[in-house]
Structures are given as structure tokens and as C-alpha cells.
């Protein structure tokens, strides 16, 4: 749930909220948030008990719009209630079954499709339809780009309570950038094994036991505990996909004594597949890192798939982590190097980059270009070297490190420690002295925090999925930087944090930020 902090415009006597600058990159990425779906629509005023559909119900209904996850958004004929459905995409007429109801929306599973969707392109994964990961895929690319655009644009309406009769809204709400590649772009995928095998309702009569019900590919959706079996991703790269076949011919081999992790009795071997594309320096041509995540440190049993995709030329580095804990996390408390180096190398903006198998770099390369130069015009330098860009929530320190050539000083922050490690050793690799980076968690900031750096010009926020914090919210409202460029894979909290940071926040915890 959203804060419940009480919110007021602050008045013309802070000036300096009032003409704040604000700047926000939203990627293209889509998060599950319940809040956001609820905030698409108004709650409905019910007039009688029929108003509300019942569980079980069958409706004939029209998907209108797409909202969070990818679900069709469709309004019950005559009451105007308003229903989710997986699957079901703009234009589609079907028939839906109400699953379950939330308050002012409910959900509907899809029985039947009555008339197919506008813009109805064929899938070309045979897996679009199961595995959830591109849902959209037979929707054409402009209408999913059309989609996103409007889904951000009334977040930051309703959310982030920003009126389309404000002038200035136009200028703030720029349009979307669309990706010049829809496949083949990601540069890391993560796999995982399992005991159970997912399979549709049409093949649940076809029991498999032992080696045959095991998986390797993505969760299906809604389960923690089955895995579609995937031989090929046309997201990640074809020498990814290389890797990811090799290791499906093989694993399940009774002589190997491979077993995959059970989530339940919390047995097994095998957790994950982490497979991490990057470019040669010298060549520009792909190489790749291949992490075997596993419950404990056993290279006899790894050394067959090792020598097996050691031999894919693109292949550059092997690494075991090694995951102890019940959950479900590819991050390894212990990593050991199996074949290669440590780390891959990528390019962004002219500069060379180190990655190792758990730190964060931007998922889509081409696109991060593009968001790079972005962030870089909102940032808008004066170009003489004299500013100073604090850069939270820094992780390899690739932005920081691409604006370094033009400012002052960089100071980044990150609660990674190898990420951190990583950033150091990029500036060092770059040539890049005017960068320093911290470890440190951002969402525990205290009273001193901003007293080990000048106060910035620019300030680069770049936070996961949840946003930022209050405490940080309230550091940053106090600092009054002339510049605040706001970097977000999710435009929900996104737009939630832009409220506070250009209209205020009032409650006892702020009263001496707003008061």
C-alpha cells in the first residue's frame, strides 16, 4: 500500500518547491503493483447488490485498455464495474468467469474469446501464451507502446497529482521512446529448476515422474513451485540460447547425479541458471557469463555441463554461487570461479564496464544508451566542469561514471557491497579519478548523511521497485537541489515520490520540511 500520509500543496511562500525541477525517466518495463491498478479508475457508487458481479458469474465483456501486469481492463455492460482479465487485450470480446472480487474491481478469467483483439499480430515464442514473461507478444508493438505511454501518463495524473489543465503538464509528460529491437535485447535471463514441471490443463492427464517431471526454464504464473520448461528465450541473446539448450540436453542424465532444488523438503542441488551477455572490447563481439546457482559447493557434479558449454566459443567465464538459505534469491553468499575470468565486460556511452555475476547493470543495452543521453539532457550541465552530481542508488556506477567526463565531482552511493566494488574498479578501468563511491543503505540514512560531500548541482535517484524512502524524501526536500533527475522502473511509486518531492508532504514527521 501507498503511505498514508496526509498531502497539501505547498504555498507560494516556498518558492523554491513551486518552481522545482522535475525530471523523470520511465523505462519501458511494466511492474505489478496492486495500488497502480486500483488507481486507473474510480471507485464505482453501488446502487444495488446486483451492481457487483459474483464469484463464478460469466460475463460477457470488451477489454477497453491495458492495465498493470499486462491485464485486460473491461467495464461490466449497464453498471459500468469495472473487471481485470489476464490475457485479454484491447478490442477483445469474450466471455469471462469472475475469479475473485477486490472492493471496487474484480477479476475474470477468460473462457472464451468472441472476437479477437485490434492489432492482433502473430506470437512468434511458442511460449507467449504460458509463461507470462511477454504476455503482450501477439499485441503489435505500437499498441504496447501506445499502452504504456497512457498507463504512465495516468499514474502521473492520479498519483502523482499532476492536472493535464496545467500548461507547463505538456511539457513535463514527454512522449514515449520506443526500442528499435523487440527481441534478442535483454542481456541477462535467469532460469530456474525445479522438481515439478508446469504443464496446461489439456496435458495434466500426462503424469511424469522422476528425471521427466524436472524443469529448467521461468516460474509459471501464480506458482512458486512449478516451472515451464523453456528450450529457447528470444529475449536474451542466440549465444545464450546456445547455452541454455546445451544444459537442457544433458542435466536430467540419471549418471550425472544432478537433482533440482525442491522449494518444499528444501533437497536438491541446482537453484538457478543466470546467463549474462556482454561484448568483447576488442571486437564487439558477444561473450558470456553462465552462474550456477546451487545449495552447496559440489564442482564434481557441476564439472560435466562445465566442460560441455566451455567449449561454445562466446562463452568466457563459468561461476558457482552458492545459495544456502530456503529462499528463492539467485544472489550466492559464496561465489567460486569455474572456468575464465570473474567478469564480462560491456560498453555504454564510450566507457567499458565490469560485470560480475550479481551486480546490476541496465537489462536492456541498446536501450540504456538511449536512456543514458536522456538522463544527461534533464540533467542539463552547464558544460563548464564546475557541478557536482550526487548518484543514489548507484549500483556499477554507470551513470555517475558517463556523466563524470563533464562535471566536477561524482559522488555515488550504493547498498551493494559488490556493486560497489564494481563502480570502483569501472572508474579505475575508465580512467575516471573525479568519482567516489560509498556503500551504504539509502533507506537507513540518518542526520549526518550529506555532510561527506558538497551540496550537488544534480541529483541522479535511480531506486528499485519500491521508490525511495521517506527518510530520503525528507533529505531531499531539506538539500533544495536545483536539479533532481528521477530514473524508474517503476512509474508507480515513481509518480507516488514526484508528489512529495514537488508538492510536499505535510505530517508530523515533516512538519519542519513543510511547515
Given at each position: ?24 525517466i ?95 499480430v ?8 504460458t ?45 514515449i ?97 543466470v546467463l ?18 546451487t ?13 560441455k ?24 553468499e ?10 564480462i ?50 549500483g ?95 512509474p ?24
Amino acid at each position: 500500500m501507498l503511505p498514508t500520509y496526509g498531502l497539501r500543496r505547498v504555498n507560494s511562500g516556498r518558492p523554491w518547491l513551486q518552481n522545482f525541477r522535475r525530471s523523470s525517466i520511465f523505462s519501458s518495463a511494466i511492474p505489478a503493483i496492486q495500488d497502480a491498478e486500483e488507481s486507473q479508475f474510480d471507485k464505482p457508487k453501488p446502487k444495488t447488490q446486483s451492481y457487483f458481479p459474483k464469484r463464478g458469474q460469466t460475463l460477457e465483456l470488451v477489454c477497453e485498455s491495458l492495465a498493470f501486469k499486462g491485464k485486460g481492463l473491461c467495464k461490466v455492460a449497464d453498471t459500468g464495474f469495472v473487471v481485470l482479465c489476464d490475457g485479454a487485450l484491447p478490442g477483445e470480446r469474450f466471455l469471462g468467469r469472475v475469479t475473485r472480487k477486490k472492493g471496487n474491481y474484480a477479476e475474470v478469467s477468460k473462457v472464451e474469446t468472441i472476437s479477437p483483439h485490434w492489432d492482433i499480430v502473430d506470437a512468434p515464442c511458442e511460449y507467449a501464451s504460458t509463461c507470462g514473461g511477454c504476455k503482450t507478444q501477439n499485441l503489435l508493438y505500437e499498441a504496447q507502446v501506445r499502452a504504456k505511454e497512457q498507463q504512465v501518463r495516468e499514474l502521473v495524473i492520479h498519483v502523482g497529482k499532476f492536472s493535464e489543465k496545467d500548461p507547463e503538464f505538456s511539457s513535463i509528460m514527454k512522449p514515449i521512446v520506443r526500442c528499435d529491437i523487440q527481441f534478442h535485447y535483454r542481456n541477462k535471463m535467469e532460469f530456474s529448476f525445479a522438481t515439478k514441471k508446469w504443464l496446461p490443463k489439456e496435458l495434466l492427464h500426462e503424469k511424469e515422474d522422476g528425471a521427466s517431471a524436472y524443469a529448467l526454464g521461468l516460474h509459471a504464473p501464480g506458482f512458486f513451485d512449478k516451472v515451464l520448461n523453456v528450450n529457447k528465450c528470444l529475449l536474451q541473446s542466440e549465444p545464450a540460447n546456445e547455452v541454455l539448450a546445451a544444459i537442457q540436453e544433458c542435466w536430467r542424465d540419471p549418471q550425472l547425479g544432478l537433482s533440482p532444488y525442491d522449494v518444499h523438503s528444501h533437497d536438491g542441488f541446482l537453484k538457478h541458471l543466470v546467463l549474462r551477455t556482454g561484448r568483447d572490447v576488442k571486437t564487439g563481439l558477444p561473450e558470456l557469463m553462465v552462474n550456477f546457482v546451487t545449495s552447496s559447493y559440489k564442482p564434481v557434479l557441476l564439472k560435466p555441463l562445465v566442460q560441455k558449454i566451455s567449449t561454445i566459443p562466446e562463452v568466457v567465464s563459468i561461476v558457482n554461487n552458492i545459495n544456502t538459505s530456503v529462499g528463492s534469491t539467485s544472489v550466492g553468499e559464496q561465489e567460486y570461479i569455474l572456468h575464465g575470468k570473474s567478469t564480462i565486460t560491456e560498453i555504454l556511452r564510450g566507457l567499458t564496464f565490469q560485470i560480475s555475476a550479481n551486480s546490476f547493470f541496465q537489462t536492456n543495452t541498446w536501450q540504456a544508451e538511449v536512456l543514458y543521453k536522456l538522463i544527461e539532457d534533464c540533467a542539463d550541465l552547464r558544460g563548464d566542469g564546475s557541478e557536482i552530481v550526487l548518484d543514489l542508488f548507484c549500483g556499477t556506477g554507470t551513470i555517475g561514471l558517463t556523466l563524470s567526463p563533464r562535471v566536477r565531482y561524482v559522488y555515488g552511493y550504493e547498498v551493494v557491497p559488490q556493486a560497489v566494488s564494481d563502480a570502483r574498479r569501472n572508474a579505475k578501468l575508465n580512467g575516471i579519478c573525479n568519482a567516489t563511491f560509498v556503500e551504504g543503505d539509502l533507506n537507513k540514512i540518518g542526520e549526518n548523511f550529506g555532510k561527506d560531500f558538497p551540496k550537488p548541482d544534480v541529483v541522479i535517484s535511480d531506486p528499485n521497485r519500491p521508490g525511495m524512502h521517506m527518510k530520503l524524501i525528507k533529505f531531499l526536500l531539506k538539500l533544495k537541489a536545483p536539479r533532481i533527475v528521477y530514473v524508474s522502473c517503476n512509474p508507480a511509486t515513481c509518480a507516488r515520490d514526484l508528489d512529495y518531492l514537488c508538492h510536499g508532504v505535510w505530517s508530523k514527521i515533516f512538519k519542519d520540511v513543510t511547515n
